[in-house]
C-alpha cells in the first residue's frame, strides 16, 4: 500500500478540467511544500509536470496547476487534450526514515 | 541536451548482486542530487538518493543494508550496487536528476532515464 493515496483513475472530455488528489499526513504531504506530479506515458520515463507544490518545470504546459490544502495535494489539468492521457503520481518529502514516497498512480482517461 | 543512460540490469539469482550504472550527460553533473526510482509493475518507489558531492546518502528502509549508492562526479556517474536482491527488487530502476542545483535536495526529479530492468528469479 502506497504511503499517498491518490484516485486509482479519472477520466475527462476534451477541453474540460480534471483534479487529481493525493492525500497524505501531516507528515508529509501536510507538513511540508515539497509535493511534486510526474506524468508517465506507457513504456516511458516519468516526466516531472510540478514540483514544490505549484511550480512547473519550463516547458510544461501552464494548462497543468498544483496546490495544497492540509494533508491533500491536488494536480489540476485544464483544456484536457487526447495527450494527457497518461499516468499521474505524486510524491513527497516524509519525515519518515524513507525520506521521499509517491501515491499509487492515477490513470486519466481523455473521452 | 540532459541525458541519462542506465546499464547494468539483468537476472540474477535470489541472494545475487548486480551494479547499476547511469552514464549522465548535458548538466553539471556535481551540482545535482541524483536518485534512483524503481517501478514494478505499476507504481514509483524511490530507493536512493546522494548528494552532488557525494558525501550524503540516503535509503529507502526496503534496501536498506543492501544497497549501496555512489557516484564518480570526474565521470558523470552515478551507481547503485545492490547485494542480497530479493524477488521483490525486481523492477525497472530509473535513474533521475534532482531539479535543485544546490547538490542538497533531492525531492523533485526532471530528469530521467529510459530505465532499467532487473529480474530477482530462480
Known amino acids: 500500500q502506497s504511503a499517498l493515496t491518490q484516485p486509482a483513475s479519472v477520466s475527462g472530455s476534451p477541453g474540460q478540467s480534471i483534479t487529481i488528489s493525493c492525500t497524505g499526513t501531516?507528515?508529509?504531504?501536510?507538513?511540508?511544500?515539497?509535493v511534486s506530479w510526474y506524468q508517465q506515458h506507457p513504456g516511458k520515463a516519468p516526466k516531472l509536470m510540478i514540483y514544490?507544490?505549484?511550480n512547473r518545470p519550463s516547458g510544461v504546459s501552464n494548462r497543468f496547476s498544483g496546490s495544497k490544502s492540509g494533508n491533500t495535494a491536488s494536480l489540476t489539468i485544464s483544456g484536457l487534450q487526447a495527450e494527457d492521457e497518461a499516468d499521474y503520481y505524486c510524491?513527497?518529502?516524509?519525515?519518515?526514515?524513507?525520506?521521499?514516497?509517491f501515491g499509487g498512480g492515477t490513470k486519466l482517461t481523455v473521452l | 541536451e540532459v541525458q541519462m543512460v542506465e546499464s547494468g540490469g539483468g537476472l540474477v539469482q535470489p541472494g545475487g548482486s548486480l551494479r547499476l550504472s547511469c552514464a549522465a550527460s548535458?548538466?553539471?553533473?556535481?551540482?545535482?542530487?541524483m536518485s534512483w526510482v524503481r517501478q514494478a509493475p505499476k507504481g514509483l518507489e524511490w530507493v536512493s538518493a546522494i548528494?552532488?558531492?557525494?558525501?550524503?546518502?540516503y535509503y529507502a528502509d526496503s534496501v536498506k543494508g543492501r544497497f549501496t549508492i555512489s557516484r564518480d562526479n570526474s565521470k558523470n556517474t552515478l551507481y547503485l550496487q545492490m547485494n542480497s536482491l530479493r524477488a521483490e527488487d525486481t523492477a525497472v530502476y530509473y535513474c533521475?536528476?534532482?531539479?535543485?542545483?544546490?547538490?542538497?535536495?533531492?525531492?523533485?526529479?526532471?530528469?530521467w532515464g529510459q530505465g532499467t530492468l532487473v529480474t530477482v528469479s530462480s
Open positions: 533521475a536528476k534532482a531539479s535543485d542545483s544546490s547538490g542538497y535536495y533531492f525531492t523533485s526529479s526532471d530528469y
Open positions: 548535458g548538466f553539471t553533473f556535481s551540482s545535482h542530487a
Open positions: 548528494s552532488g558531492s557525494g558525501g550524503s546518502t
Open positions: 501531516s507528515s508529509d504531504v501536510g507538513g511540508y511544500n515539497y
Open positions: 514544490d507544490v505549484s
Open positions: 510524491s513527497s518529502y516524509t519525515t519518515s526514515s524513507t525520506l521521499v514516497v
